[in-house]
């Protein structure tokens, strides 16, 4: 199983970036892409996930409404839009793949990208 980050950069706040998260190798019939990011000083946190099986997705409150996550018919890439963009966004960003119980558990993921820088500059 591999994914690939891409899409990350500079950005004035109020701009927009779509992150994307290449998949290959994932052989689960049910299992979940999720986006977490990490400021420098910072613990990861989870911001938004979705599930295969349903299409379920997931947010974290502060980017409720500004971010958005989809994913391609044929689930080989996962989508992260991010709208209205605030310095307080900028971190690496990173997708996981996994089976969590709750969708924010990061140690529920078992496959990590290699992140992509985002900056936000005010």
């Known amino acids: 199983v591999r994914l690939v980050e891409s899409g990350g950069g500079l950005v004035q706040a109020g701009g927009s970036l779509t992150l994307s998260c290449a998949t290959s190798g994932i052989n689960f019939d049910d299992y979940a892409i999720g986006w977490f990011r990490q400021a420098p000083g910072k613990e990861r946190e989870g911001i938004s996930s979705i599930m295969n099986y349903n299409g379920n997705t997931y947010y974290l409150r502060s980017v409720k409404g500004r971010f958005t996550i989809s994913s391609d018919s044929a689930w080989d890439t996962t989508y992260l839009r991010m709208n209205n963009l605030k310095p307080e966004d900028t971190s690496v960003y990173y997708c996981?793949?996994?089976?969590?119980?709750?969708?924010?558990?990061?140690?529920?993921?078992?496959?990590w990208g290699q992140g992509t820088q985002v900056t936000v500059s005010s």
């Open positions: 996981a793949e996994g089976r969590p119980e709750d969708w924010n558990l990061e140690y529920d993921y078992d496959i």
